[in-house]
């Protein structure tokens, strides 16, 4: 597999730190692969992100945000049968995935149907950041607020 080395970028930019750390750590988290993900955008201010997490149990799942930083992880429980597999294709491994949220987003629930967890984010704008309409006055209409009398 192709790795990328940022250390140039570090050496060319100043102030972009956080920026090239998340290109680095999407890199990494690229590279892994595991387990396969899906993100999809059901609204304009909606998504979903989709997580194959098939053979794992709720209470294996762990969902936490934290400072815009949204990370999943499973961890199975030790299998101590003593099984012997001809051939061993399905992952029992454990997993973290890490995925940087922008400001303003938030998760608003979790589900887990099918062998996906499957989390729907939401981005929710303060009402000081909405966009609002300002009502024009006129000179006839601002003098009479300031308590002149109308001609």
Same mark, same amino acid.
């Given at each position: 597999?192709?790795?990328?080395?940022?250390?140039?970028?570090?050496?060319?930019?100043?102030?972009?730190?956080?920026?090239?750390?998340?290109?680095?750590?999407?890199?990494?988290?690229?590279?892994?692969?595991?387990?396969?993900?899906?993100?999809?955008?059901?609204?304009?201010?909606?998504?979903?992100?989709?997580?194959?997490?098939?053979?794992?149990?709720?209470?294996?799942?762990?969902?936490?945000?934290?400072?815009?930083?949204?990370? &999943?992880?499973?961890? /199975?429980? !030790?299998?101590?049968?003593?099984?012997?597999? #001809?051939? @061993?294709? %399905?992952? $029992?491994?454990?997993?973290?995935?890490?995925?940087?949220?922008?400001?303003?987003?938030? &998760?608003?629930?979790? /589900?887990? !149907?099918?062998?996906?967890?499957?989390?729907? #984010?939401? @981005?929710? %704008?303060? $009402?000081?950041?909405?966009?609002?309409?300002?009502?024009?006055?006129?000179?006839?209409?601002?003098?009479?607020?300031?308590?002149?009398?109308?001609?």
């Amino acid at each position: 597999m192709r790795t990328i080395d940022f250390s140039p970028l570090y050496r060319s930019v100043v102030g972009f730190d956080r920026l090239a750390s998340l290109l680095e750590t999407a890199s990494a988290d690229a590279a892994a692969g595991y387990p396969p993900y899906n993100i999809e955008r059901t609204d304009e201010n909606a998504y979903r992100v989709e997580i194959a997490v098939a053979g794992f149990r709720p209470e294996e799942l762990n969902i936490e945000v934290k400072e815009n930083l949204l990370t &999943v992880q499973g961890r /199975k429980a !030790a299998n101590d049968d003593q099984r012997r597999f #001809l051939h @061993r294709g %399905l992952a $029992e491994r454990n997993f973290e995935r890490r995925f940087q949220l922008a400001d303003y987003v938030v &998760v608003t629930e979790a /589900k887990l !149907a099918d062998g996906l967890l499957s989390i729907s #984010l939401k @981005r929710e %704008l303060p $009402e000081a950041l909405k966009p609002r309409t300002i009502a024009i006055s006129t000179a006839t209409e601002a003098n009479l607020i300031e308590g002149e009398k109308a001609a």
